[in-house]
């Protein structure tokens, strides 16, 4: 059975970093897209970047371009979400999923989330 968690949330001062780690594990998922979604209160869960299985294709929400670097380790099943120069609006909980649905338009497995809460 498939189990994600999140951690590295937490509060941060605008301007501030934080890292963002998702230990996956229950099978192997070096073969398919892992990355992050978030949700921040009263809105719906938004897109924040993927990566394919070899790195060789990453994609990043607009609003998060140029802040935020995702990174995975196969070996370790863990995937990565570096946030530099947070923002307010960067206030959310943050799920970490794997194994990408083009059908569904989202991931097959998720997390139960972390939140990050970032203070102007």
């Known amino acids: 059975q498939a189990h994600l968690v999140e951690s590295g949330g937490g509060w941060a001062q605008a301007g501030a970093s934080l890292r963002l780690s998702c230990a996956a594990s229950g099978r192997t998922f070096s073969s398919g897209a892992m990355g992050w979604f978030r949700q921040a209160p009263g809105k719906k869960r938004e897109f924040v970047s993927i990566m394919s299985p070899s790195g060789s294709y990453i994609r990043y929400a607009d609003s998060v371009k140029g802040r935020f670097a995702i990174s995975r380790d196969n070996a370790k099943n863990m995937v990565y979400l570096q946030m530099n120069g947070l923002i307010p609006e960067d206030t959310a909980v943050y799920y970490c999923?794997?194994?990408?649905?083009?059908?569904?338009?989202?991931?097959?497995?998720w997390g139960q989330g972390t939140q990050v809460t970032v203070s102007s």
């Open positions: 999923g794997a194994n990408w649905s083009s059908s569904r338009g989202e991931f097959i497995y």
